[in-house]
């Protein structure tokens, strides 16, 4: 599946991240990084302070100046060190309770983008991505972005801060005792990545696993009833132990290199601490010239503050290997969020719209009044405007689709369906019935041929018009959460409480409607699991109904239906689709029967069209359908 190919962190991910935050706070996000670099100079601080202390202790000592005159200069420095901390403490709080609200901000600013993104995307992507894989970026990759923009982020650049000004102060005071410092480093850096390479690579395989995991979960789900049906529990169960084990391993790996990191650099940072002590006193001993920016000779008062700094210098890579993790697993769930930003949206080449219309002295003109009349409002390079009055004549001419390149579904199709005429297509699954009506929606465009529309080349009109004018009712129904009324006004949400239950009325559901415990506000939850199918059927259809399209597509729309509901829902369906152009698609060759035309469809290919009574003097493949000689599946 398209999500699951990269196991990498794309380039770029970092500072199109980085780029992005600064895009949702523009002004807040400075702000707090001007805290955090405040305070990660504070931190490093103290050894200045600490030097010159010791530096009036041991004149002190020497006799050069008495406790009495070595005191007021040690308060003044404790009491700037002090005024530092405290400034340092509100820093710290404010960007805290700042980072907070960037945090979570953020967060719901990546779920609205990818969310919008998404109503954005062609229905190709949905085909093509587990849908359990997509729920997976809402949920764990945007949710790794949460440690780390709200504590790994501060800490790095505090970190980065401190090292930068721990250095200078090194260099300031002591250029062999950094030398020293520096190949320590050198040293902790390779070890860290060289395990935080591995750790990351785990823990970027972690999130896209996870990924598969929840979507192999929602699969199960979605199909409890078939897996108890025919007792495939352990089978389930089997393969579901596949996939935790491929998270499992990888998490495994994961923490594995990650957790023996933080021990390593800790024991290595105290080697360096006795290292770095060793060549402080051996200078000393040995009165050594010491070589600095500074240009002060060398003294307990810099070899002290030069271990504290490296204690900082090391605790500092300490602190970047704790986050690492965190880190990692951020850019991986960064790395996703972003490629379904980047998946390429819907394109809508149109500039015909959809208007409704009215008609005066013989000409069709654009109202703003809905009239239950619609017309194509058609601009030209000229500069002029045709109004194209909405009719329902729909013309698949000489059409050839395909899904992939290296299988063709529709060979040379051509259908002609006048206004108002009901259009049935019959035959096996996998025939390209429904392949159809996808591109009359233009769910997906086709190879060659042509659609049009009321004598418009479908991809001429925007679509979002183009769908407005289509009514589409499915085999499979899916209701969302709300009452009955609010899902049917679905089709129209300006629809009145009276016209939805007019529609609710045709289609034949009103009676089981006014059952329900509180009528058209009961509450639908799960897909309208309180409901039976056919029940859930009929909502659909009114949903279809109160949208009152000119064109009509009914996609096995009653298979879910029994054959005494069928015959009431019928009686609606045949109300609903008087005066409309209709496209039905049916196993039940009864319920296209009244048909004015009947196209039987083999492998892409329409091998007979005519309507009932034509298709079954031929005594074709239609006959054997009907007489039963012949099944579907």
Known sequence: MAMNKAHTVKKGTVGRLIKTLFTFFPVLLPFVLFLVVFNAIVQAAPAIFQQNVIALIEKALK?????????????????????????????????????????????AKFREKCFKKMESLPIRYFDTNAHGDIMSIYTNDIDTLRQMISQSFPQLLSTFISLVTLFVIMLYYSIILCAVVILGMILMLIVTKALGGRSAKYFIKQQVTLGETEGFIEEMMNGQKVVKVFNHEKQALKDFDAVNEKLFEASRLANT?????????????????????????????????????????????????????????????????????????????????????????????????????????????????????????????????????????????????????????????????????????????????TTITNLINRFYDIADGKIRYDGININKIKKADLRRSLGIVLQDTNLF?????????????????????????????????????????????????????????????????????????????????????????????????????????????????????????????????????????????????YTGAFELE
């Open 63 to 107: 006799g050069q100046k008495t406790w009495g005159q070595a005191a007021p200069g040690i308060w003044k420095y404790l009491t700037v060190l002090i005024v530092l901390y405290v400034l340092a403490l509100i820093a710290s709080f404010t960007y805290q309770r700042l980072m907070a609200i960037i945090t979570q901000g953020s967060l």
């Open 257 to 433: 290199y990650s957790n023996i990191l933080g021990p390593i650099l800790h024991n290595m940072s105290n080697i360096l601490y006795v290292l770095v002590a060793i060549a402080g006193s051996s200078l000393l001993l040995l009165d050594a010239p010491n070589i600095s920016l500074s240009g002060m000779a060398l003294s307990i008062s810099i070899v002290v503050p030069f271990l504290n700094m490296t204690k900082q210098f090391t605790g500092s890579i300490g602190q970047v290997s704790q986050q690492i993790n965190a880190v990692v697993m951020g850019l991986g769930g960064a790395s996703r969020i972003f490629d379904l930003l980047d998946q390429e949206s819907e394109e809508d080449e149109g500039y015909v719209t959809l208007v409704c219309a009215k008609e005066e002295n013989g000409e069709i003109v654009e109202t703003n009044e809905r009239t239950g009349l619609w017309a194509w409002k058609h601009p030209h390079k000229d500069g002029t405007i045709t109004l194209t009055k909405l009719t329902g004549d729909v013309v698949l001419d000489s059409v050839d689709f395909a899904y992939n390149p290296d299988k063709q579904i529709l060979h040379n199709v051509s259908v002609f369906a006048k206004p108002g005429e009901k259009v049935a297509f019959v035959g096996a699954t996998g025939a390209g019935k």
């Open 481 to 625: 959460t709300g009452t009955v009324l609010d899902n049917i006004r679905y089709g129209r949400l300006d629809a009145n409480d009276n016209e939805c239950e007019a529609a609710a009325k045709l289609v034949g559901a009103h009676d089981f409607i006014t059952r329900l415990p509180d009528g058209y506000n009961t509450m639908l939850t799960n897909n309208g699991s309180n409901l039976s199918q056919g029940q859930r059927q009929l909502i659909a259809i009114a949903r279809a109904a109160v949208a009152d399209p000119p064109v009509m597509i009914l996609d096995e729309a009653t298979s879910s239906i029994d054959t005494r509901t069928e015959a009431i829902v019928q009686r609606g369906m045949d109300a609903l689709m008087l005066g409309r152009t209709v496209f039905v698609i049916a196993h039940r060759l009864s319920t296209v029967q009244n048909s004015d035309v009947i196209m039987v469809l083999d492998h892409g290919h329409i091998i007979e069209r005519g309507n009932h009574e034509a298709l079954i003097a031929q005594k074709g493949q239609y006959y054997q359908l």
